[in-house]
């Protein structure tokens, strides 16, 4: 691996939790901006779509954020399963190919999500748009985008700590900082503020950028003994 792809590789770590938390924080923005009906459908997506056709610029914007960010997440991880490869190829393998999961899902979120909504937002006859919108929210496809985008990138990160914890290169901070995103996301939280919560993946990415600038570099086993 070159200096070039070494780069790239760091450029995209310390972007991703950074891209995340920006597109979050404009889709929560939105989304909190209109009242929920779990006994209407209709009327909640009604509601929906004018909350986003008043804030369309910070939809698309949101929208246009993760696209970036699926590419430097997927780029991200695959740099941590390298560092994780140089003593645990297994771990390295796992956290690898939950990480191109996790990026289909993400990709596949801003398809089902971002687009349709965006678009029956400027529709002229917005109670047409809001039947349409509500109508198909059980397609099996929806659930296989959000298992994906959910438990695909949930599986990515605990992978990645798993991987970099068994090959000794993850100081308590990073740990940390592992523990208190999949903490957030298990909370659950749709306030806007909850977006800063994902700058916390900042610390093992921090911790993966400084391994790739020392590519030589291993560690020894008999440290770890933790099956």
């Excluded at 901006?33 to 909640?44: F, L």
């Excluded at 695909?152 to 990645?160: D, R, V």
């Excluded at 993850?170 to 659950?188: F, H, I, Y």
Aim: proline share 5%; hydrophobic share 60%; net charge negative.
């Amino acid at each position: 691996m070159n200096t070039l792809h070494s780069r790239i590789m760091i450029g995209a770590l310390l972007l991703s939790p950074v891209l995340l938390t920006a597109s979050e924080s404009a889709r929560l923005t939105v989304d909190n901006a209109y009242v929920e009906n779990d006994a209407n459908p209709v009327a909640d997506t009604a509601s929906h779509l004018q909350a986003v056709a008043d804030r369309l610029g910070l939809w698309h914007a949101a929208g246009l954020l993760e696209v970036v960010f699926a590419a430097t997440w997927c780029i991200a991880l695959l740099a941590a399963a390298l560092v994780i490869a140089r003593s645990r190829p297994v771990l390295a393998a796992a956290t690898g190919l939950a990480g191109l999961l996790s990026t289909l899902g993400v990709a596949m979120h801003t398809a089902f999500y971002y687009v349709p909504l965006a678009g029956l937002a400027q529709e002229p006859d917005q109670a047409l748009a809001a039947k349409a919108g509500a109508i198909g929210g059980d397609d099996p496809l929806l659930g296989v985008a959000l298992a994906l985008f959910l438990l695909g990138t949930l599986a990515a990160i605990l992978a990645m700590g798993l991987g970099l914890w068994r090959a000794g290169v993850l100081p308590w901070w990073g740990g940390l900082g592992v523990v208190a995103w999949l903490g957030s996301v298990v909370a659950g939280s749709e306030l806007p503020a909850a977006a800063l919560v994902n700058l916390v993946l900042l610390l093992p990415f921090a911790v993966v950028a400084a391994r790739l600038r020392k590519p030589g570099e291993t560690v020894p086993q008999a440290e770890f003994a933790v099956a």
